[in-house]
């Protein structure tokens, strides 16, 4: 019983361990230098199909800021010439913008990732979950214990090694899905773009630009996330009681994937997006 209670602590964190050691790896990456080829068909695919629809706005929406500015001076009682020139400007200043798209987008995504990897020295502690829990203290006290006792704790094992593997699985979900999020975000950035020069529509746009930045630091928030976490790992120590130790570990890993959920809500507040 006490050969099999060792084995399970054993590997009972590889797969968590794994999966946190990742996040640093994952969210220091722009969206071309995670996964080219997705980035390469994402892009294809915008300048194919979403570039001509984002044109046609863009034409309606340039019509309809030259009929405002007309039809808002006195209807052509009081026209300038300077009100062409100001149009003429806002059009090349639009087009520039939708042929030059998915620059602006990789723009706002390296300055995150040089403020995530800048944060990558937060990381100060072990992010091995268990590292506190040597096998001879783990020895010595299951030599103690009573037939019963390590019936129960090896249940018990069982049951933590189970949740574990789950929440290693939410925390690649939440790391992954972020990742699909952004290519998501990435793929319609014409259409957003080419409403920013009009007033009344250029709230897409605005929205948009905000909802990447958020995307972007939301990488951020997930780093001091895992920092916070090295931290509290380190006060972990299974020479007083291996249940407690058994026990924190685990509530610490559910705080972690319960504030990595959260962080794509808070950043977005933070930035304004919706």
Same mark, same amino acid.
């Given at each position: 019983?006490?050969?099999?209670?060792?084995?399970?602590?054993?590997?009972?964190?590889?797969?968590?361990?794994?999966?946190?050691?990742?996040?640093?790896?994952?969210?220091?990456?722009?969206?071309?230098?995670?996964?080219?080829?997705?980035?390469?068909?994402?892009?294809?695919?915008?300048?194919?199909?979403?570039?001509?629809?984002?044109? &046609?706005?863009?034409?309606?929406?340039?019509?309809?800021? !030259?009929?405002?500015?007309?039809?808002?001076?006195?209807?052509?009682?009081?026209?300038?010439?300077?009100?062409?020139?100001?149009?003429?400007?806002?059009?090349?200043?639009?087009?520039?913008?939708?042929?030059?798209?998915?620059?602006?987008?990789?723009?706002?995504?390296?300055?995150?990732?040089?403020?995530?990897?800048?944060?990558?020295?937060?990381?100060?502690?072990?992010?091995?979950?268990? =590292?506190?829990?040597?096998?001879?203290?783990?020895?010595?006290?299951?030599?103690?214990?009573? &037939?019963?006792?390590?019936?129960?704790?090896? &249940?018990?094992?069982?049951?933590?090694?189970?949740?574990?593997? =789950?929440?290693?699985?939410?925390?690649?979900?939440?790391?992954?899905?972020?990742?699909?999020?952004?290519? !998501?975000?990435?793929?319609?950035?014409?259409?957003?773009?080419?409403? &920013?020069?009009?007033?009344?529509?250029?709230?897409?746009?605005?929205?948009?630009?905000?909802?990447?930045? =958020? !995307?972007?630091?939301?990488?951020?928030?997930?780093?001091?996330?895992?920092?916070?976490?090295?931290?509290? !790992?380190?006060?972990?120590?299974?020479?007083?009681?291996?249940?407690?130790?058994?026990?924190?570990? =685990?509530?610490?890993?559910?705080?972690?994937?319960?504030?990595?959920?959260?962080?794509?809500?808070?950043?977005?507040?933070?930035?304004?997006?919706?």
């Amino acid at each position: 019983m006490i050969e099999a209670i060792i084995g399970s602590f054993s590997g009972m964190f590889d797969t968590v361990n794994q999966q946190v050691g990742d996040i640093a790896a994952q969210v220091g990456q722009t969206p071309q230098g995670w996964n080219s080829g997705v980035y390469s068909m994402i892009q294809t695919l915008s300048e194919t199909v979403i570039i001509p629809i984002a044109g &046609m706005i863009l034409t309606f929406v340039l019509c309809y800021e !030259l009929i405002n500015m007309i039809i808002d001076k006195n209807n052509m009682h009081d026209i300038d010439t300077w009100m062409f020139f100001k149009w003429i400007f806002k059009t090349v200043i639009a087009v520039y913008i939708l042929t030059h798209t998915f620059d602006i987008v990789m723009a706002v995504f390296g300055v995150a990732q040089h403020v995530v990897n800048g944060s990558a020295g937060l990381i100060s502690g072990s992010l091995d979950v268990g =590292a506190g829990m040597a096998i001879s203290s783990l020895q010595t006290q299951l030599d103690a214990m009573s &037939m019963w006792e390590l019936l129960g704790l090896w &249940m018990e094992t069982g049951v933590i090694s189970l949740c574990i593997k =789950a929440m290693s699985i939410c925390i690649f979900i939440i790391i992954y899905g972020r990742m699909i999020e952004i290519y !998501l975000t990435v793929s319609v950035a014409p259409i957003p773009f080419s409403t &920013m020069v009009n007033r009344e529509w250029g709230s897409m746009g605005n929205n948009y630009i905000k909802s990447l930045f =958020a !995307l972007g630091f939301q990488g951020f928030l997930i780093m001091v996330c895992v920092a916070i976490y090295s931290v509290l !790992l380190q006060s972990i120590s299974a020479a007083a009681s291996i249940h407690a130790a058994i026990w924190s570990t =685990a509530g610490y890993t559910v705080l972690l994937c319960f504030t990595l959920f959260k962080t794509g809500s808070l950043a977005k507040s933070i930035f304004g997006a919706h």
